[in-house]
């Protein structure tokens, strides 16, 4: 018996909670200094399978050259999100479908990237502020990379930080909630030889301030109010989290055969106990007259969150929920949440991208990306676990 639960209003959800950091450390990517004058534009819908959640998501950028050493980037983002999502709740009867909750938003964002290069330094200043119904991120970034060893060698070092407030008054808060957060990013990449090159990335972050998901729930008994009666109580995570991650990357240039081999190899862990690995390859092959096809591959498997359990019932948790004034989650232990995505759970994307020259100024993509993700616990019910697709369409102009 569940007592009944409104329908889930808009949600921070996976996509939209990175906010400004995605744009902020998107600035910190290595890129040459000397801008291309251009224009693009891409659209991208994002669509799960079983009516689940659907992004379509619009952004245009335009860079340029302000003189010899310096350059400007601009980026406008608009995404709409809608469709259903897992609430944490469990189902009703075993077998029976996960309870989700149906969710609609609109997030907005503006990034502005200035880069100026000093003799063999090249300094990135980065700002953006990312806007939903519920949520407002703001993100910085200053990043320098140095060309050494005749430019065979260049060395990257980076600070990305976002301050971030949740603003819920649907869900009785009295006041809102603020999270920060911080990444500190060390890199080298070397050329091996005229065809190939190696990447090491080193990144450092922290989280602390209200880390939850408002909208995510968990399922118990254990309210000491009707004996056997299921109630649904917010989550509630640790109100600090510290991350670290390595990434090596290499690239091949197979000039006989006009490819390259592009592979990569990420190791992440956190506080929250999560351990992940994502492995990349991509094929890079030109066609003739300006036209390039890269199919792709990615495989990420991570470990569950030491406070993840799909029935808390089951693993004896006893929640810090306070009934009688429905405060949300406290931030103290004991910690929980029933959220799937930080269940061990892997996923599979295949994906394929065709890019050509409509005339000699203007260039078009369009991909596709296919996501398979499965649970890995045997615990938690199959049908949490989202397949999606994506296209992506995008346009240059350069001038």
Excluded at 18 to 41: F, H, K, M
Excluded at 131 to 146: A, F, P, V
Excluded at 153 to 177: C, F, M, N, Q
Excluded at 313 to 329: H, L
Aim: charged residues 15%; negative net charge.
């Amino acid at each position: 018996m569940y007592p009944s639960h409104p329908t889930v209003p808009p949600a921070i959800t996976i996509w939209f909670r990175a906010g400004c950091l995605t744009a902020v450390l998107w600035i910190c990517l290595p890129r040459s200094a000397r801008a291309e004058d251009s224009l693009t534009y891409k659209f991208s819908s994002y669509a799960e399978g079983n009516s689940r959640i659907h992004v379509n998501s619009n952004y245009a950028v335009a860079q340029g050259d302000l003189g010899p050493d310096t350059s400007l980037k601009l980026m406008g983002v608009t995404d709409s999100i809608a469709g259903a999502t897992p609430t944490g709740a469990i189902a009703a009867t075993p077998g029976a479908p996960v309870p989700t909750g149906y969710m609609t938003d609109l997030r907005k964002a503006v990034n502005l990237d200035f880069t100026q290069q000093i003799k063999a330094v090249n300094f990135d200043l980065g700002y953006g502020v990312s806007k939903e119904s519920d949520y407002l991120s703001h993100g910085w970034s200053i990043n320098t990379l140095t060309d050494l060893n005749q430019k065979n060698t260049r060395v990257l070092l980076g600070y990305a930080g976002t301050d971030d407030t949740i603003h819920e008054p649907k869900l009785g808060w009295a006041s809102d909630r603020n999270k920060k957060g911080s990444n500190v990013i060390v890199g080298l990449t070397q050329l091996a030889d005229p065809d190939d090159s190696l990447t090491l990335n080193v990144t450092f972050g922290r989280l602390n301030g209200y880390l939850d998901d408002p909208y995510k729930i968990v399922s118990t008994t254990m309210l000491n109010v009707d004996s056997g009666v299921y109630y649904t109580v917010p989550e509630n995570r640790p109100r600090d989290k510290s991350t670290f991650s390595v990434y090596f990357g290499t690239n091949s240039n197979f000039a006989n055969v006009a490819g390259a081999l592009e592979t990569s190899y990420r190791y992440y862990h956190d506080t929250f106990g999560i351990t992940s690995n994502t492995f990349g390859l991509r094929w890079l092959q030109g066609l003739g007259a300006g036209v390039t096809l890269e199919p792709s591959i990615r495989y990420y498997v991570q470990s569950a969150a030491s406070f993840y359990y799909y029935n808390l019932d089951n693993a004896g948790v006893v929640t810090s929920y306070d009934a009688a004034t429905g405060e949300t989650g406290t931030g103290l232990a004991p910690y929980y949440s029933s959220d799937y995505r930080l269940s061990h759970l892997r996923t599979v994307d295949l994906g394929l991208k065709l890019s050509f020259a409509i005339v000699a100024d203007l260039a078009a993509d369009v991909s596709v990306d296919v996501y398979d993700t499965s649970g890995l616990d045997k615990v938690t019910p199959h049908d949490a676990y989202p397949k999606a697709t994506a296209f992506t369409l995008g346009l240059k102009y350069k001038f």
